[in-house]
Structures are given as structure tokens and as C-alpha cells.
């Protein structure tokens, strides 16, 4: 079955560690994103990339940082420097040509403490 | 500069009746429209999407959703729900040209009570 695969689904660190995120799609889509949702304020987006070795900041991108070395995965790192890191995440990709269509993975729910 | 406003936090109703959630939108320059849903502790799927053509469309489980050009609008509706639709709506916008992006209201949780 294709799609978006992201693990864990629940994520507990110590405040000040890294922590890093996966997001791997076998759909064979060009483009992948990150959002960032908190209860009554939607999904604000991260970081997207439109193509490998590629990305671009999103409204809320401070604290965050990316890489895309291959066209299936686009891990997210959450940094000590995140002032706010305990969120829902959620990862996205979508088809050439069809950006404003997304697919999205079941999410990543992190906890810092 | 876009936005997307969804005026109902939550909307509680009855099993087998009819709702509505309501979607307003202001954006400079043509949009595509999107109705996603979110079931508990889920990512989003993809309920219906307007991009050209007849102003009503038409998506899964029964939903349907008229889009409005004088008002902004683009209100989502079922005639009958059931307790399985039960879950958070988010309303979603895009540019017709230039950058691609989502942008996403705040969402409406639908509970249906039975």
C-alpha cells in the first residue's frame, strides 16, 4: 500500500535534547512538508521541499531544521532552541503539478518536559 | 496575504440530522478551496476539494460543499450525519498560481450525539 509512513506516533523527551522525526512516503511524490498543530490554531507549516537536496522555511520555522538527501524521506529535527516544541506533527507530500492537493501521515505527537 | 476563517470552534448535533460548518476565506488572488478531516489522534484526509467548474462539490462519506464567490464562502454540509463523523474539520485554501502552499483555518470539531 502507498503512503505516508511517520513513527513513533508518540514521542517523549527532556527539555534541551534534539529530537528528530520521520517521515518516509513511497508515493513518489516531489514534494513534502512539515506542520505543526495545536489545539484551536489549525496546522502552521514548518518546512516544505519541492524537490530533493532542496527546502524552503515555512511560517514557523524557527527552532526547526530539515534535510531531504532522498525523495522518500524528510526528517524534522526539533532543536533545544524550539521554546514551545510539545506539539502534534504532522508530515505531508503531494503529486508534481498538484501541490495545493496533500496527502498527509498519521502524525507524531511530541512531549517535552 | 490569505486567510481562512472558520467561525465554529465546535458544533455539537444530533445523530441523523443535518449540519453545516461554515468556511469564510480572503485571499488577494484566485484560490482553490479543500475541506480536510482529522479523526482523533489521525492525520488529515482530503474530504472534497473545489478547484474550477460547478460550485458545488461533491466528496466522501456524503459531504458536499457550494462555493460562494460574492460571500467568500466555502460552507461544508451533510444532510444526515452519523457517530462516525465524529472528528475535527479543517478548511483549507491555496493559490491558483505561485507558490502552491495550504493554508488552513482553525477547525471545527463536529460531535454528533446520538
Known amino acids: 500500500d502507498g503512503g505516508i509512513t511517520q513513527s513513533p506516533k508518540y514521542l517523549f523527551r527532556k527539555e534541551g535534547q534534539n529530537v528528530t522525526l520521520s517521515c518516509e512516503q513511497n508515493l513518489n511524490h516531489d514534494a513534502m512538508y512539515w506542520y505543526r498543530q495545536d489545539p484551536g490554531q489549525g496546522l502552521r507549516l514548518i518546512y516544505y521541499s519541492q524537490i530533493v537536496n532542496d527546502f524552503q522555511k515555512g511560517d514557523i520555522a524557527e527552532g526547526y531544521s530539515v534535510s531531504r538527501e532522498k525523495k522518500e524521506s524528510f526528517p524534522l529535527t526539533v532543536t533545544s532552541a524550539q521554546k514551545n516544541p510539545t506539539a502534534f506533527y504532522l508530515c505531508a507530500s503531494s503529486m508534481p503539478g498538484n501541490e495545493y492537493e496533500q496527502y498527509f501521515g498519521p502524525g507524531t505527537r511530541l512531549t517535552v518536559t | 496575504a490569505q486567510s481562512v476563517t472558520q467561525l465554529d470552534s465546535q458544533v455539537p448535533v444530533f445523530e441523523e440530522a443535518p449540519v453545516e460548518l461554515r468556511c469564510n476565506y480572503s485571499?488577494?488572488?484566485?484560490?482553490?478551496l479543500f475541506w480536510y478531516v482529522q479523526y482523533p489522534n489521525q492525520g488529515l484526509q482530503l474530504l472534497l476539494k473545489y478547484l474550477s467548474g460547478s460550485t458545488l462539490v461533491k466528496g466522501i462519506n456524503g459531504f458536499e460543499a457550494e462555493f460562494n464567490k460574492s460571500q467568500t464562502s466555502f460552507h461544508l454540509r451533510k444532510p444526515s450525519v452519523h457517530i462516525s463523523d465524529t472528528a475535527e474539520y479543517f478548511c483549507a485554501v491555496s493559490h491558483i498560481t505561485g507558490a502552491n502552499n495550504l493554508f488552513f483555518g482553525t477547525g471545527t470539531r463536529l460531535t454528533v450525539i446520538p
Open positions: 485571499s488577494s488572488v484566485s484560490v482553490y
